[in-house]
């Protein structure tokens, strides 16, 4: 007996089709992080292949599809008038702990796609006024650039792959004991 095969409802499903796909990838990233299996994203999303690749050409397309809020959620917060450096750290550190994937992906070099690097370089902005606030205050070493932040970033995420989901928050939070030491005045 065959499997009853699903009706094709054309363009009228892309939108569906696209956010069951971006959900999906969401999920897949998060439990087996950037190399998961993108025929398991279109089977988790009910589409076939040729469906993920019309909306998402690569994986990188894809991923970032994925994360587009995660960095618009760090630009909200950054635009925020009085909004520290402090508070931006703290919101990718969430968003680290809890999608190991997307900062690793934009912080760790090298990733000489244009599309990532144009996502790192809107981390770098997020990060760079928090960071002279910061200095101007007398709080963070004025030698601290952007770029040891953004590396900061990186390691923070890069370890936090490694280690079970149960324990990123507490990692987290001693990563950045131990990196503050090395940043603040």
């Known amino acids: 007996m065959t499997a009853a095969r699903r009706p094709n409802r054309g363009p009228r499903a892309a939108a569906h ?38 909306h998402f050409p690569d994986r990188v397309s894809l991923a970032l599809a994925v994360f587009e809020d995660s960095i618009a959620e760090l630009e909200s917060l950054a635009a925020k008038p ?60 004025a030698d601290v650039s952007t770029g040891d932040l953004v590396l900061a970033v990186g390691m923070l995420a890069l370890m936090l792959t490694e280690i079970p989901a149960s324990e990123r928050t507490e990692t987290a ?6 990196l503050r030491h090395g940043i603040e005045t």
Not at 22 to 42: M, Q
Not at 173 to 178: C, E, L, P, S
């Open 82 to 141: 009085g909004t520290t450096l402090d508070e931006v750290l703290a919101l990718v550190t969430e968003q680290a702990i809890a999608q190991t994937t997307f900062i690793t992906m934009v912080s760790i070099p090298p990733q000489p796609d244009p599309r990532i690097l144009a996502v790192r370089e809107r981390l770098a902005r997020l990060l760079e006024s928090g960071l002279a606030e910061a200095q101007r205050a007398g709080r963070i070493r």
């Open 173 to 178: 939070a001693r990563i950045w004991r131990m």
């Open 17 to 54: 089709n696209r956010a069951a796909l971006i959900a999906a990838a969401r999920e897949a990233f998060a439990t087996a992080g950037y190399d998961a299996s993108l025929t398991e994203v279109a089977r988790a999303a009910g589409v076939g292949q040729g469906s993920l690749y019309r």
